[in-house]
């Protein structure tokens, strides 16, 4: 069975503030994870995955995640953000995704 | 890009009545996955196709059927609607040589009443 959890389900920042949002999973095949961002309205949109290899994967909009083995995370992260972030990120993993809850993040002007 | 097609966008049905919802994947992918996600809620994912078969099962209740026919599309059947089934409905495709890497599509919005 694969299960996902966020920490945080909702996040406030202001623009420039770096953000990292926590992700931490449970399966017992072949990791497959991946960060989706839903923008107001819209569907999901892969931000990036990872599958094997470089623990450190970068993605679009500035994105980064790193997987970290030992713990069972796959934290997502960007230096500074933008108003424009402003969206919900979720977590995901398998091929028949499970989703980690979702995290809302507000970023103010 | 060719993305993922989704049609109908927007569907109002009343309770007990049928609903078809059609997906039409991006060129060369050969799986179709389709995902419920209620207000509020995680996507939650419901059946998926390889090459024409069903590959996978999730929390589709029995009310509800899909198929993928020849040229990849897919549609998912829905019979004596409830106000429950009020959703976004995903459609997502992959090929198989991405590693199950899934693009969604913009969802079809069906309201129950």
């Known amino acids: 069975a694969q299960s996902v959890s966020q920490h945080n389900h909702h996040v406030i920042l202001s623009e420039a503030a770096s953000l990292e949002l926590g992700c931490n999973y449970s399966?017992?095949?072949?990791?497959?994870l991946f960060w989706y961002v839903q923008y107001p309205g819209q569907h999901l949109q892969l931000l990036l995955k990872?599958?094997?290899?470089?623990?450190l994967v970068k993605g679009i909009k500035g994105f980064e995640a790193e997987f970290i083995k030992s713990k069972f995370s796959f934290n997502l992260r960007k230096p500074s953000v933008q108003w424009s972030d402003t969206a919900e990120y979720f977590c995901?993993?398998?091929?028949?995704?499970?989703f980690g809850g979702g995290t809302r993040v507000l970023v103010k002007p | 890009a060719a993305g993922v097609i989704q049609s109908p966008r927007h569907l109002i049905k009343e309770k007990r009545e049928t609903a078809t919802l059609k997906c039409y994947p991006i060129?060369?992918?050969?799986?179709v996955y389709w995902y419920q996600q209620g207000p509020g809620q995680d996507p939650q994912f419901l059946i998926s196709?390889?090459?024409?078969?069903?590959?996978d099962k999730g929390s589709i209740p029995d009310r509800f059927s899909a198929q993928q026919f020849s040229d990849y599309h897919s549609e998912l059947n829905m019979s004596s609607l409830e106000l429950g089934d009020s959703a976004l409905y995903f459609c997502?495709?992959?090929?198989?040589?991405?590693?199950?890497?899934?693009?969604f599509g913009p969802g079809t919005r069906l309201t129950v009443t």
């Open positions: 997502a495709s992959s090929s198989r040589g991405s590693s199950y890497e899934q693009y």
């Open positions: 399966y017992g095949g072949t990791v497959n």
């Open positions: 990872y599958f094997s290899g470089d623990p």
């Open positions: 995901a993993v398998g091929h028949k995704l499970t």
């Open positions: 060129p060369r992918h050969d799986t």
């Open positions: 196709f390889y090459e024409k078969m069903q590959s």
